[in-house]
């Protein structure tokens, strides 16, 4: 059985922090606290030892506190550099050098500090360049915090109604606080969906649509072959721009993101997580045309950016450290990643084959979901429909307490980091031979 945390900390966060917790989307049962982690491993209070594939909801791509990023991050301070507030740095100069390396759309760089500021700024610029107000966002998407893109995550299939094949679904936000009017000018549709995407801009005038190439919020949904090309086509066709949100699939899928996977150029790409490896930074990349934006000599075309700590130099120094570990020698990490990944999958399908267990897994190199249903899912009305999520939460929690930690929420994503052994995948199916068996009850 799992040890808990001791009370006194429990009960402190619980009385000084809403929720307990400094972001509430860290709110999960069993109710551990965490006090060190290195590499693929991580520590609670009680000395208990787990085998990490949460990754902090993914950025740890290169394992918690990867010496090569930790050495820049202490050499930046101990050669003290600082946040000077005027001017530019070499540190900034030179990761938006690397990160528009990363991929042939990125001819300029916003740096900031969280996917939701990023997400935030792409969908303004494309509102100031196209002139137009309203955009389309994905049923089971999540694209951050803000008032525009707060809506439609994981909504009851009892309140979002049955398919729509061709037309939009009702805002439903996932706050409150959220002023109705931003309903009237944000149109939610289903992954995999072209033609809801064409209707849509033939009925209203769309800045934007903006989404996550691969649905990695609910685990790991995959568009269909010619999905995200179609969606370029339809974008250039109405004027409005192409928003890749890649904070979870940039870098951890390849060192040009996932677009660069598949060929499909988006206007604007968001990064976040992995671009740093858990250190707090986030950019826009894409056309010059509209990055530039944000300096136009015009005071009614030029788009507001700033932030106190944009580039700062430690997260900075972080990114720069991420992306010259990822591309070493050619980017043999993610070719590692991809063996791993691999490897994993066959291992569980060989249990879940071996005792017909309702379960499949759907993997993207590093990342994987486990899903209890026949198919992999399509969109968010098919997973909902389909997929076991109390037996998912239930498999969850019997892999934390033998020692795997994985977000003990339902459909949502397993990360393999670079610093994984073999010996962490070994144990990882010991584990599942152990626990997956149990499901079919």
């Known amino acids: 059985m799992l040890s808990y945390p001791s009370e006194s900390t429990v009960e402190s966060s619980r009385r000084y922090l809403p929720g307990g917790v400094a972001s509430v989307n860290r709110i999960a049962e069993p109710d551990i606290v965490f006090v060190r982690a290195k590499g693929s491993h991580m520590w609670d209070?009680?000395?208990?030892?787990?085998?990490?594939?949460?990754?902090?909801?993914?950025?740890?791509?290169?394992?918690?506190?990867?010496?090569?990023?930790?050495?820049?991050?202490?050499?930046?301070?101990?050669?003290?550099?600082?946040?000077?507030?005027?001017?530019?740095?070499?540190?900034?100069?030179?990761?938006?050098?690397?990160?528009?390396?990363?991929?042939p759309f990125i001819e300029s760089v916003a740096l900031l500090n969280t996917g939701s500021?990023?997400?935030?700024?792409?969908?303004?610029?494309?509102?100031?360049?196209?002139?137009?107000?309203?955009?389309?966002?994905?049923?089971?998407?999540?694209?951050?915090?803000?008032?525009?893109?707060?809506?439609?995550?994981?909504?009851?299939?009892?309140?979002?109604?049955?398919?729509?094949?061709?037309?939009?679904?009702?805002?439903?936000p996932i706050s409150a606080g959220i002023p109705s009017a931003h309903s009237q000018l944000v149109h939610p549709v289903n992954f995999n969906d072209l033609e809801s995407v064409r209707l849509i801009t033939r009925k209203y005038p769309v800045a934007a649509i903006i989404l996550e190439p691969i649905l990695q919020n609910i685990g790991i949904v995959k568009p269909e072959p010619g999905y995200l090309q179609g969606l370029r086509d339809l974008a250039t066709e109405a004027g409005f721009?192409?928003?890749?949100?890649?904070?979870?699939?940039?870098?951890?899928?390849?060192?040009?993101?996932?677009?660069?996977?598949?060929?499909?150029s988006p206007d604007l790409a968001v990064y976040g997580k992995a671009l740093a490896n858990g250190y707090p930074m986030a950019a826009i990349g894409g056309a010059k045309c509209y990055l530039d934006l944000f300096a136009d000599p015009n005071p009614l075309r030029r788009v507001l950016l700033a932030g106190t700590y944009n580039g700062h130099p430690v997260p900075t120094a972080a990114a720069i450290a991420t992306i010259e570990r990822l591309r070493e020698s050619n980017g043999e990490i993610y070719r590692r990643l991809e063996?791993?990944?691999?490897?994993?999958q066959d291992e569980i399908e060989s249990i879940v084959q071996r005792h017909s267990l309702p379960l499949l897994v759907v993997r993207q190199g590093s990342a994987f979901c486990l899903y209890l249903m026949d198919h992999a899912p399509r969109d968010w009305h098919d997973l909902?429909?389909?997929?076991?999520?109390?037996?998912?939460?239930?498999?969850r929690q019997r892999c934390i307490e033998e020692g795997i930690y994985t977000f003990p929420i339902a459909a949502k994503q397993w990360s393999i980091s670079a610093a994984h052994s073999e010996q962490d995948i070994e144990r990882t199916v010991q584990v599942m031979q152990k626990v997956l068996p149990e499901m079919k009850e």
């Open 117 to 172: 500021e990023a997400t935030y700024q792409a969908i303004r610029l494309a509102r100031a360049a196209t002139g137009r107000d309203h955009i389309i966002v994905m049923q089971g998407g999540y694209n951050g915090w803000h008032n525009d893109v707060a809506c439609n995550l994981s909504t009851p299939l009892s309140k979002l109604g049955p398919r729509v094949s061709g037309g939009e679904y009702e805002f439903h």
């Open 339 to 344: 063996r791993m990944g691999a490897w994993l």
């Open 241 to 264: 721009l192409l928003i890749f949100d890649e904070v979870k699939t940039g870098f951890r899928h390849g060192i040009g993101g996932y677009a660069s996977l598949v060929g499909v």
């Open 45 to 103: 209070s009680d000395g208990r030892q787990y085998i990490d594939y949460h990754a902090a909801f993914g950025p740890h791509i290169l394992g918690h506190n990867d010496p090569y990023v930790s050495e820049a991050v202490i050499s930046t301070i101990d050669r003290g550099q600082s946040l000077y507030g005027s001017g530019t740095t070499t540190l900034e100069a030179r990761l938006a050098e690397l990160i528009c390396q990363c991929a």
């Open 384 to 395: 909902a429909a389909n997929h076991d999520f109390a037996r998912d939460l239930r498999l």
